[in-house]
């Protein structure tokens, strides 16, 4: 018993009609937030990154070289292997996995027909992906 795949169509009605296009995906230069976040909003990540510009009391170097040396000092001096991965990650990214569709080739079959268009010989390259 096979399952069933349900498909949704998107809501293009109304109001939304004209900025969505037969897919019911917004069109190149509308937004479904057009008026943007609203004022007064905070921004955690944009906080952090203002406090770690500051130099704590007492101290010469700002939050942000702080947690640096700290974070270089798991991997490095204590050979934390978890913080030497996520320092190679944020830095080149994940490791990319063999079922990224960009690194997997493509299967491609192909029938050479005759002058009648009679299937004379078949080929395909599967056999060599698997």
């Not at 007064?40 to 009391?57: H, M, N, W, Y």
């Not at 991965?85 to 960009?102: C, F, L, S, V």
């Not at 079959?109 to 599967?126: A, F, P, T, W």
Request: with cysteine.
């Amino acid at each position: 018993m096979g399952q069933e795949q349900i498909t949704k169509t998107p809501d293009i009605s109304g109001n939304n009609r004209e900025k969505r296009d037969d897919n019911g995906r917004f069109r190149p230069g509308l937004s479904g937030n057009p008026i943007g976040r609203p004022t007064g909003c905070v921004s955690i990540t944009a906080e952090i990154k203002k406090k770690l510009q500051e130099v704590p009391d007492g101290q010469q170097k700002s939050y942000l070289e702080l947690l640096i040396n700290r974070i270089l000092k798991q991997a490095v001096v204590d050979g934390n292997e978890q913080m030497i991965k996520q320092i190679w990650n944020y830095i080149d990214g994940p490791p990319r996995q063999a079922d990224d569709p960009e690194l997997v080739a493509p299967i491609v079959h192909i029938s050479l027909l005759n002058k009648n268009g009679m299937e004379v010989r078949e080929e395909s390259n599967e056999k060599f992906l698997a």
